[in-house]
Nanobody, 126 residues
């Protein structure tokens, strides 16, 4: 059974930082990419960042570049999203997802992902 479990969300002031974690089990790590998506109320789910577990390639949405960093642990079973300089518009439920069909031009497409976590709320507010 594939299981993705997010943690690390919470309430943070603008300009603050959070680190989200995605613990994965039941997948072959050298075949999958792990991505972070977010969904704010009334908006579509959007890709934030992705990492290829086989080769470490990373991708970022324009809104995340320079502020967010995606990484994986040595065992590749945990993927992190370090978020700095947070803004109120970063407020959303953040999901991690796993797929074997991820490429540089497609990582942001939710329909390509087989497995999803339950999500963790990130709220940026003063």
């Amino acid at each position: 059974e594939v299981l993705l479990v997010e943690s690390g969300g919470g309430l943070v002031q603008p300009g603050g930082s959070l680190r989200l974690s995605c613990a994965a089990s039941g997948i072959t790590f050298d075949e999958y990419s792990i991505s972070w998506f977010r969904q704010a109320p009334g908006k579509e789910r959007e890709g934030v960042s992705s990492i290829s577990l086989p080769d470490g390639s990373t991708y970022y949405a324009d809104s995340a570049k320079g502020r967010f960093t995606i990484s994986s642990g040595n065992a590749k079973d945990i993927t992190y999203l370090e978020m700095n300089s947070l803004k109120p518009e970063d407020t959303a439920v953040y999901y991690c997802a796993a797929s074997v069909w991820v490429y540089s031009t497609s990582w942001h497409m939710p329909d390509l992902y087989n497995y999803w976590g339950q999500g963790t709320q990130v709220t940026v507010s003063s």
